[in-house]
């Protein structure tokens, strides 16, 4: 037998990759705690690397995000179920957080929400939030949205839910009722997509605290609520304890990574065309062997080498 059919020291090589935790829990398990669960936006493999050693328990793939670091453009529903799913699988390589993933509106009618399903969970997604605007949607915070019938989102929903291959795959259910038909209107639809079997409820864009306060005292006891923050938003900015208190169990920062990235990119290239060198920013930025440290080259070229048969091995 070689040393390297008696190695126990190594693990496999999926658990090797860098913030791969074997004691990362499933997201249903998670939201049976009381302690509220925030999930940052990531839009790549680098930032759900990053947001995970911050620590964080779960992560937010926020279409917003992708739309705007992959197209340079706006949310508007011009992302693609494809990239949405290629993005996913790429994050699933590199980490092990639980993923909510931004579905839109399925990407079309209930069998299309279905094989959305099927492909974000295959790519790794622990959960999929459907909304119930007409496709193409835009950001939940922007004006003039249009809303599918709430029986239709309801089908879209139970399609889903009979679609995923294990009940540990969340679907969170939103509405983006109340710009278009009023609060109550969106209570209502709430109430309904709870019944065709939403896991998760997400009531978009309150617009005041209580409103918020409104959702926590109707849903905490019935289901998980997800309260989602965005700076400049219709909502007001909550920090996460004041949102448990509310009765929320999940809040999420989906696009505050991107607003923070563009800003420090701005000021990175006009530092560099005013000075011709990094210098002047070295303070605001990795050096090469920070950047490799982050990204743990090293342990990744120390694992290559048990692959490349120059290891002297006694059978």
Do not use: W
């Not at 658990?15 to 074997?22: A, I």
């Not at 957080?97 to 279905?114: E, W």
């Not at 795959?169 to 109430?191: K, P, Q």
């Not at 065309?273 to 210098?279: L, R, V």
């Amino acid at each position: 037998m070689s040393t390297a059919d008696n190695d126990t020291t190594n693990p496999p090589d999926h658990k090797m990759l860098k913030n791969m935790s074997s004691n990362v829990g499933s997201l249903r398990e998670r939201l049976q705690q009381k302690k509220i669960l925030v999930a940052p936006g990531v839009f790549d493999a680098l930032t759900a690397v990053i947001a995970t050693d911050a620590g964080f328990e779960a992560l937010y793939l926020s279409g917003a995000a992708v739309a705007y670091t992959r197209l340079g453009g706006p949310d508007i529903g011009l992302t693609s179920v494809s990239e949405m799913a290629d993005t996913m699988s790429l994050i699933a390589d590199r980490v092990a957080t639980p993923v909510i993933m931004d579905a839109d509106a399925g990407f079309g009618n209930a069998l299309n929400a279905q094989r959305t399903m099927q492909l974000y969970e295959r790519a790794g997604a622990s959960a999929l939030q459907l909304e119930d605007q007409q496709h193409p949607k835009r950001c939940g915070h922007l004006a003039d949205k249009q809303l599918v019938s709430t029986g239709e989102m309801c089908g879209k929903i139970k399609a889903m839910t009979d679609a995923r291959r294990s009940d540990e795959t969340l679907v969170v259910a939103r509405t983006d009722a109340i710009s278009v038909e009023g609060f109550d209107a969106a209570i209502d639809r709430a109430d309904a997509y709870l019944e065709a079997g939403a896991d998760v409820l997400f009531i978009e864009a309150p617009q005041t605290r209580e409103q918020l306060q409104q959702i926590g005292q109707r849903f905490d006891s019935r289901v998980p609520l997800l309260a989602n923050m965005v700076e400049g938003g219709t909502t007001p900015i909550t920090d996460a304890a004041d949102l448990q208190t509310l009765g929320f169990s999940i809040a999420i920062f989906p696009g505050g990574i991107v607003r923070a990235l563009a800003r420090t990119a701005q000021d990175y290239y006009a530092n560099l065309h005013a000075n011709g060198s990094n210098q002047a920013f070295a303070d605001r930025m990795h050096d090469f062997s920070g950047l490799n440290q982050l990204l743990g080259t090293q342990e990744t070229l120390e694992r290559g080498k048990r692959y490349t048969g120059n290891n002297n091995e006694s059978s």
